[in-house]
């Protein structure tokens, strides 16, 4: 007997799309509606695909309901909440399917983060028989909601980490390349200002930052000795440039996940992030392969440099080396075996 499921989605990103493909892979089939994808991050996709995507625009909220009921899935998995539509059909559905929320809020935010959660549980908890978020942290917001702890699944969002791992940089190098890397959005809660000014500090004039990305604040981009621009990169061209090797950078000021965490320990890289990156939980181990800082800091981020640029490169390969040991944890097969659960509990 054939199985399927339904994601309703908001911008799909590489990652996500490699887990949908390798689960259409499993013989399930898969149906995807989602946004188009945001200009700030205009990842090519191929076009060969098993898994069947739809464009949430082309539906109002009782097509959407219609198409989901055609499909006769044995879960729908709804992103977030931001959707009025993706709720309703999930209250009209939870019934006769098992309906899944999926999201990457957590508890990091204090006080406003718990209200959330409160409020999450009051409006739409109860539309919902299982949550699927990407770690620790969203699990305690979970549970807020008054999710069970055994209705909450982990590894939402995966790296490929078993196939960036096969092609891992560092082999045959005997000196460990004086680069610092960040690839994300050039938006304010990036804390880029912050990183600029540190790395501008930096009394290491053999170090040299490249930051890979676009937004809105690109043309506000510190331009100086040893920081290098690139702007967006196709994932096919960033896979030859993380094969280079270095640190990554992540001096976010907020960022409920951080999957660009996953792919970069995933690659052997040493991570310099901050305390407000939810992927720290998972694969930054302070001490072991990489700093965790103070948020907003430039102090902080330098602090963590100054250190990092001290050691010797046995040692940054010996972290890049726990890095990739700490991401091998969270894969596409085990977000698959998680999507056959969910999928399972509703026979």
């Known amino acids: 007997m054939s199985r399927s499921i339904v994601f309703l989605y908001t911008e799909l990103a590489g990652y996500i799309r490699n887990c949908l493909e390798a689960l259409a892979e499993t013989g399930v089939d898969v149906y ?10 205009p990842f090519e996709f191929s076009e060969t695909s098993k898994a069947k995507y739809f464009d949430r625009n082309s539906f109002d909220f009782q097509s ?6 055609s499909k006769n899935p044995n879960a729908i998995v709804c992103s977030g909440w931001v959707d009025a539509d993706y709720i309703k059909v999930c209250k ?15 508890l990091l935010g204090g006080v406003k983060a718990k209200i959330s959660a409160i409020r999450a549980r009051a409006k739409y908890k109860s539309y919902f028989k299982m949550a699927w978020v990407p770690g620790k942290p969203q699990r305690h917001f979970a549970m807020k909601m008054g999710f069970d702890r055994n209705d909450v699944k982990l590894g939402f969002y ?5 196939k960036i791992g096969e092609n891992h940089w560092g082999n045959g190098l005997s000196e460990f390349p004086k680069r610092l890397v ?15 000014e540190a790395f501008q500090k930096l009394a290491a004039p053999d170090w040299e930052l490249y930051c890979i990305g676009t937004g809105d604040d690109f043309d ?9 621009h690139l702007g967006f990169v196709q994932p096919t061209e960033l896979d030859k440039f993380v094969q280079k090797g270095g640190v990554f950078v992540l001096p976010s000021l907020k960022e ?7 792919e970069f320990t995933s690659a052997g890289y040493p991570v310099i992030t901050t305390d407000k990156v939810g992927a720290v939980s998972a694969f930054v181990h302070p001490g072991e392969n990489g700093w965790v800082v103070s948020s907003g800091s430039s102090e902080a981020l330098l602090a963590a440099m100054t250190e990092m640029v001290e050691l010797s490169d046995e040692r940054l390969f010996e ?3 726990r890095s990739r040991q700490l991401a091998m944890k969270m894969n596409v097969k085990n977000w698959v075996a998680t999507a056959t659960e969910i999928m399972g509990t509703n026979e």
């Open 32 to 41: 995807v509606v989602a946004y188009p994808v945001n200009p700030e991050a």
């Open 64 to 69: 959407l309901l219609e198409f989901c009921q």
């Open 92 to 106: 009209k559905l939870r019934k006769e399917t098992q309906t899944v929320i999926a999201f990457d809020n957590h």
């Open 158 to 162: 995966t790296a490929d980490s078993a």
């Open 182 to 196: 960040y690839v994300g959005r050039y938006l304010p809660f990036k804390g880029l200002d912050y990183l600029w």
């Open 220 to 228: 506000k981009r510190v331009q100086s000795d040893g920081i290098h």
């Open 256 to 262: 409920p996940w951080g999957v660009v965490v996953h």
């Open 319 to 321: 972290m890049g080396a």
